[in-house]
């Protein structure tokens, strides 16, 4: 049984980074592609980005595409997620989730997801 | 404002029949899968329906969805208590390359 298991809160200041991880166990982890999702308070969901292990293909949403980094290690099963120039509009809840079909042929069926992680982000 | 449009909010008495919508276009929607989530706040999103209107084992039959042109809806019948939460839907964009989600519905059991 696959399962994302995600670093944990982590408080920042604005202009600083803040790299969050997502380690994938029970499951293949290269042939996968693992996105990650953020919901900030009160907000609806919002894709970051993606990355495919295996090909190493990101695909990153318009919006992040400058400061946000997405990388993966196979040797541990892990994706990390990095923001930088962080401004409070940051504070989320980030979650990692694994897409079901490999090769990222059905991008949006994602499952599982991970429990999520908190970035708060205050002077 | 989201790509995808959904209503903000939608509500019935327990056993009711309650439909949420989502509108996209011919890049999103119109084009490639529609997937639906459940979310409940503070917790992760759990995948209610992927390609369309296939429900994961697990996710009860309550739960259905269709896609037609370039919408979709998710309907639950049989609404019970459990199933107030915010639900989403999603799907990938062509022309962004990127995914894309509805703004969400609240359903409310009355």
């Known amino acids: 049984q696959v399962q994302l298991l995600q670093s944990g809160a982590e408080v920042k200041r604005p202009g600083s980074a803040v790299r969050v991880s997502c380690k994938v166990t029970?499951?293949?982890?290269?042939?996968?592609?693992v996105t990650w999702v953020r919901q900030a308070p009160g907000q609806g969901l919002e894709w970051i980005g993606g990355i495919i292990p295996i090909f190493g293909t990101i695909n990153y949403a318009q919006k992040f595409l400058d400061r946000v980094t997405i990388t993966a290690d196979d040797s541990s099963s892990t994706v990390y997620m990095e923001l930088s120039s962080l401004t409070p509009e940051d504070t989320a809840i980030y979650f990692c989730a694994r897409e079901v079909d490999r090769y990222n042929t059905s991008p949006g069926w994602l499952d599982p997801w991970g429990r999520g992680t908190q970035v708060t982000v205050s002077s | 404002q989201s790509v995808l449009t959904q209503p903000p909010s939608a509500s019935g008495t327990p056993g009711q029949r309650v439909t949420i919508s989502c509108s996209g276009s011919g890049s999103n929607i119109g084009k490639n899968y529609v997937y639906w989530f459940q979310n409940l706040p503070g917790t992760a999103p759990k995948l209610l329906i992927y390609k369309n209107d296939q429900g994961p084992s697990g996710v009860p039959d309550r739960f259905s969805a269709s896609k037609s042109g370039a919408s979709a809806s998710l309907a639950i019948s049989g609404l019970r208590s459990e199933d107030e939460a915010d639900y989403y839907c999603a799907s990938w964009d062509d022309s962004l390359s990127a995914l894309v989600f509805g703004g969400g519905t609240k359903v409310t059991v009355l």
């Open positions: 029970g499951g293949t982890f290269s042939t996968h592609t």
